[in-house]
Each structure stands twice: as structure tokens, then as C-alpha cells.
């Protein structure tokens, strides 16, 4: 991306200086920390930006930079123009916590709240009471693999936010600077859109020029990406007055009416719903606050939040529920996979599933994002970067599993009546031949998929029948781990929407699944191809107070190709620790993931030979991976200690 003409920046400083409390000592031309890349402790990191001035300095670099994560193709949804829709509006702890890290790093990421019902959600907020809120790597990816829009927050407060607004609002030069700031960072972080937070008193002479930002502003989103979103929150009214409607009336449809749908504050009634049916330009554009901590909200949240959702539905309106992290900042982490579950369970019925496109297929290996904790094999770690395509389908009948080492989808049909059938992807792939690649532990793998035409069928309830042809070939079995290996074509007839469904059984494990159109052979990888690594920026240091150990850092650049189908690469070391208390027989262990052609080691502790330990040296192997646990590539490097 061009940096922005510093003319043009002169004139934004020029009227932002006079401004109380604006200062502007930025150049543009100098160096300046704030570019599309930021690092803690040498390590990438997703920041906000806390201020004007670190607005204007922000630049995008080069985006194959130490960091940059997007190398997986984004994977769309079905856009809902005309049904309801679900924003998820995230708001954990103040934001930034060990979600804040973009590449993957073992043994020492805390767990955190994490999604994975993707499916009941169109659009993702993330959200903090920073001024730019830029949505972290591994959130933007997560989306991104499951077909849901990812949006950032312009947010402004209390007398700061005044001040900052007025130094935005003096001037259509301004905020024009601000806005192509703000499409210029959604553009390189890969995000979709943003949700405008004006909570602070304006002047009044400035709301002509606010609603004009906002205008502008999504204008240049939907240039930039069609299916951009830019949501006002109900805060501001058009007299410049900080006072929370409930509601679309005359005082906010303004902001509304310049871009592309409200955000719609939580002390709503049913009153306030009847009377924004008369203002909404489209039902599925006015989003209607659900507040799980349950401040001011029908049901009083929590596991209620339901009943609320429930209201909404009766007039049409989308939903924006706030805060779902209520179920592990309230009720802890001991039992958060079973209450995040009961929570979204409660929700499912009343929300429409979105199907997911992919006309070329697809191919999960349904890990959730959760990676082994070799301090605490009971407590993986999460890193939401490494999710796989989440079942489209939300059931009660199935769940996701993590042992510690294998991902996998545990179905359990046994109180299912006879004719029901477990859905799990709803999808557009139109083919009437297709190739399903199955790797599961059923003996009785052949009838354990099934394509069924009826998109009804979605509700378990009302599968009494399945109206479908499948023929099923056994191409290969290959044995390993006990896990059977099968290749099935299915010869089906197809409608607009597809449902893949597992027919009853008693109990199955399936580690990954891939669906494409067409006959695809088993792909045979003899060799391996070879991953050429490099090792730049390399600095050893002695630990303080103990000369016995080496602290290295460096950064490791490979070879990655989207083309080639990778999905993740994982960086393992072996190093020497020498003859000292953590003294063993060296093993090539797992140090992190990457989804990008860099890995950045931060204090890594090898031995020190001067105490009796061997030579000072660290193999690293970086392996690519997709989706289905296949190595597409391997590479070693010695990194030797010199001084």
C-alpha cells in the first residue's frame, strides 16, 4: 500500500494541533514503530492503536514481514440478505490477552475463551475500549476458515473521546485521513469492516460531518470488499447528545441510514422493537443488543440470554450478543467446554445456520484450535489460529475432542431415534459425483456417511426420512494407529443445498474428512519434497546469574506455498542442554506453528558447552502440514553457537 502524501498529512496536523489535548509529532518519512507489524519482546504481536497520532503513523509494510499470517484462503459464507443474522460481539477481560500473540508458540499461552460454533454466526466483532481495535491474527483466521465476516471498533469515550472527535470532526480533511487509515488497515490485516463506538457528547455542528465519516467511510469499504460491513452502535443521537435509544427512531437513523445496519443498545422492550420495524430500511440490518452479563436485558442474560433471542425473533431483527465470555469469566475454566457448549446449545434452535461455500470441496481435520500443554496434558492450550472448518451444524449428538496429541469429532447417536441423522456440513458443492476421504476408527466406515437433498432435514426432529441415492466404493484401506483409511464415491442427486449427514450408529471417532467434487485418486507422496530454511537475526546471550545456559534468538525464514495446499507448518527443535538440571538425551520436540514463511525464536535456552555439555547447537525441522494431517514438506537446519 502507497504511504499517504505527507501534504496531506500536514494539513490534518495543521487543524489537529490547535485542537486541547491533540499533539501530532509524528514523521511519516522517519522510522516508526507503529507499521502493519508489531513485536513484544522480539515475538508478533496484534495491537490496537490508542491514539490520533498513532493512527496517522501507522503504515502497512511489507506483509511477507515477521508476522504475517494469512496464508489461508478465506472461505465464504452464505450472505443473509433478507433472513436474519448473528453478530458475536466479543469482549473479554479488555482484549489482548494471550490471544494478542500471532504465531503459535507452546507452553506458555493461558486458556481463553474460544469459538467454535462458527456456523451460528455471520458476523464477528472484536472488541475493546482501545481507540482502533484491530482484530488479532488468529481470530481474523479463524474466521476466515469458517466463512464468517471479522469486524474491528472505532471506539471513542468520556472527555477523551470528545477531545478526539472534535480534532476528527473539525474538518472533512480529517476525517477523510482517518477513514483511508482505517480501510487501509482492514485491507492489510484482512479483516472486513468496523463497528463505529461514538460514546462521548459532540458538538452539534459536527454530526453533518460524522454522518458523512461514517458515509465515506463505507463507501470505501465496500470498494475495497464487497461484502464489507460498517455498523453504527446505538450510543450519539443526531442532537450531538450522548443517550442510548433502544431502539431505530428518528434521533439515530441518520447514522444508520450511511452505512450498513445498528447496533441497537441492550434496555430495548418489545415497544421499542415495534416501533424500529418502521424505520428499518431491511429487518436484517438492524442488529438488536443481547447482553450476556445481563445488564438491562429481557432474561437477564447468562444461560437466559435465549430468551431474549427468542423475542427478537418474532419481529425479524438480526441479533448482536455481547460478551459471550460471560460463560468463562463468571463460571470459570474448570467446566467452560461443557457450559460454552450448553450456552450456544440453548441458542442453536433459534438461529439459522449459515452453509458454508466451497465449490471445490473441502477438508477438515476438526481441531478446534487446541494444541498439547506438555506442562499440563489435561489443560491444552488454545491457539485459534490452527482451527479447522467447524461442523456447520451444531449437535447434541457429537462434540469435539482433543486427547493431547489427535484432533477428532466424537459421534455418539446412541438415544437418537431410529431415522434420525447427525448433520454436520451444509454445503454448496453441486457435483453429482464426489470423492469423500474418511479417516476414522469405524470398522463399518462404508455406511458411515451419507448425502441427504432434504435441506429440512437440518431440524433432528423432522428426519423421519432420507431422500437420497448413495452408492458407496471401498477403494482403498490403509491401517495405521487403528484408524481405518477409506476413499467413497457417492453418486448422489443434488438440490441448491447439500446436507452431509452420519446415519445412525452407536459410537465413531473421525480424526478428519474431506469432501471435493469429482473422482479424486488417493494422492501418493513418496517423497517427501525437501524445505529450504534459513536462520537470520541470530543473537546469543549468557542467562543472568547463570552462565550455564545460552539464550538464543533468532528468526527462521522457509519456504511456503499456498499452492501447494499447506495449511500450517510446525517449527520442532532439539537442542543440547549440556550436563546441568535439565540434562537429557536431546528430542526433536514441537516449538510452535506458523501460518506464514517466518518463525521468530525468542529465549530459547540451550546449553552452554563450557560446562561440560556438549557442542552449543539447535536442529530445528519445520514441517508443512494441511488440513488433514498430511506432511507436504520437510526441512533441517543446525543452528551451531559461534561467537
Known sequence: MEAKDDDVFNQVKAICEPQKNIHLKVDLNGSSKLTGRSTEDGVPVSLPLNSLEELFAWKANDKTDLGQSFSKPALSGYRKIYSSKVMLCHD???????DRFVQQMVGNRTIEYHMSYWSLIDIFVYFSHHFITIPPVGWVNACRTNGVAVLGTFITESTGGYDRCRAIFSSPVVWTYVADQMVDIATFYGFDGWLINIENTI????????????????????????????????????????????????????????????????GWKDSSLEKSLKLAKSLSSVYVGIDVFGRGIMGGGGFNSCDALKAINKYGFSSAIFAPGWVLETLGQPNFQMNNKRFWNLLSPLIEHHPI???????????????????????????????????????????????????????????????????????DVKEKVLTIKIVSNSENVEGLFAMATNRANVILSESKSRDFTVQYKRVTVKKYRYVHEFIIYCSVSFVASELLAIPKLEECIVFSLSLHPGLQPTPQVKNVPAVDILCTEISWKVVEKSEQFFLLDCTLVFTNSTASGIFKTEILCERNFGFCEDSKKPQLCTLGWSRCSKYRVHNMKVGNPMFGGPNCSVLFQVRHMDDMHTVLGVGNLLVTYSE
Open 92 to 98: 473479554m477481560a479488555g482484549g489482548y490477552l494471550d
Open 203 to 266: 458538538e452539534l455542528e459536527m454530526i453533518p460531518d460524522v454522518v458523512q465519516f461514517v458515509s465515506y467511510l463505507t463507501l470505501k469499504m465496500h470498494e475495497m470488499n464487497p461484502d464489507a460491513q460498517v455498523i453504527w452502535y446505538d450510543s450519539v443521537t443526531k442532537d450531538g447528545v450522548l443517550k442510548w435509544q433502544n431502539e431505530l427512531n428518528c434521533k439515530n437513523s441518520l447514522f444508520y441510514d450511511a452505512c450498513d445496519g445498528i447496533f441497537l443498545n441492550y
Open 357 to 427: 461455500k466451497c465449490p471445490s470441496g473441502f477438508s477438515t481435520g476438526f481441531n478446534s484450535g487446541c494444541i498439547e500443554n506438555k506442562c499440563d496434558p489435561l489443560q491444552p492450550e488454545i491457539e485459534l489460529g490452527l482451527q479447522s472448518l467447524m461442523p456447520c451444524v451444531p449437535s447434541k449428538y457429537f462434540s469435539l475432542g482433543f486427547n493431547g496429541k489427535d484432533h477428532f469429532l466424537l459421534v455418539n447417536a446412541t438415544e437418537a431415534t431410529e431415522q434420525e441423522v447427525v448433520f454436520l456440513f451444509n454445503t
